[in-house]
């Protein structure tokens, strides 16, 4: 058995960090209310949401009497898209989406024969 009953249903940090910016989208997020659902590594997340499930995720910093307040929000969202339908977004690299350099020259070009 792998890992403890109940966690393959439990929202992924991901989830949960883009279920808050959906609920307040268009307004923006201050960082401190994304540190307090105890996501670990919120720039991390914000990077999967961003490339990973191609969500446009805007974020702001302002300096207030020296110190910087950071704010995040969500600019457009996919129409109730679940998280099955923003992972298909992604295409897997495969080996034939790479380009092929090998037919670019001949070797004897470079002096090997």
């Not at 439990?10 to 989208?25: A, D, G, I, M, Y």
């Not at 919120?42 to 009497?65: D, S, T």
């Amino acid at each position: 058995m792998r890992g403890r009953l109940g966690l393959e249903n439990r929202p992924t940090q991901t989830e949960r960090l883009v279920t808050l910016l959906r609920k307040r989208s268009p307004s923006w997020v201050p960082l401190a209310e994304i540190l307090n659902l105890r996501i670990s590594q919120y720039g991390a997340r914000l990077y999967q949401a961003r490339h990973e499930w191609g969500l446009n995720i805007e974020n702001r910093v302002e300096i207030v009497e020296g110190e910087k307040h950071s704010f995040f929000r969500l600019v457009s969202r996919p129409a109730t898209a679940t998280r099955r339908q923003e992972q298909d977004l992604v295409t897997p690299a495969t080996s034939g989406s790479f380009p092929e350099f090998g037919s670019l020259a001949p070797e004897s070009c470079y002096g090997v024969d």
